[in-house]
């Protein structure tokens, strides 16, 4: 599992560094010729949904999420331990619903046609990729869950 976190970060880099080069040569486009780029707003929407998904499975890994930790650290071993617990079946709970239904939003896109303004691209693909990413997501959360209850 932690290979394939590690190949949604790779995909996430490169979503970056295509976004990081649209966007220069958006500037210097602009700026030689007085022309921007068809589409590149777009394009670089999509990278960054991109981007976005394809990292929370990391983020988790790496406990970058914000956690509020003022009481936490305070409390005892054990209520840290039910604390930890709860929050993680409530977290893999809130991945599965919000997974579902971006599911459901994605069928939705794909059986209406939708398009972007500009390329006229079907982005329902994005869509599904952002609800599989949150299922990545539950499983990893799934899996500190066992190493929680391993404690």
């Not at 590690?6 to 210097?28: D, H, P, R, Y």
């Not at 030689?32 to 976005?52: D, M, R, Y």
Request: aromatic letters at 12%.
């Amino acid at each position: 599992m932690w290979k394939f976190v590690s190949l949604l970060k790779l995909l996430a880099g490169i979503a970056l560094v295509v976004m990081a080069g649209i966007t220069c040569l958006e500037i210097f486009t602009r700026a030689v010729f007085n022309k921007p780029i068809l589409g590149s707003v777009e394009i670089v929407e999509f990278l960054c949904l991109i981007a976005t998904a394809a990292s929370l499975g990391y983020a988790q890994k790496r406990k970058a999420m914000i956690a509020v930790e003022i009481v936490y650290d305070r409390c005892p071993e054990p209520v840290k331990l039910v604390l930890d617990i709860l929050t993680q079946v409530l977290s893999i709970f809130l991945c599965l619903v919000i997974s579902y239904q971006t599911y459901l939003y994605a069928e939705n896109i794909k059986l209406s046609k939708q398009v972007s303004l500009t390329l006229e691209l079907p982005y329902f693909w994005l869509v599904y990729f952002m609800a599989f990413c949150f299922v990545v997501a539950a499983v990893v959360i799934l899996l500190e869950l066992v190493e929680t209850f391993k404690k």
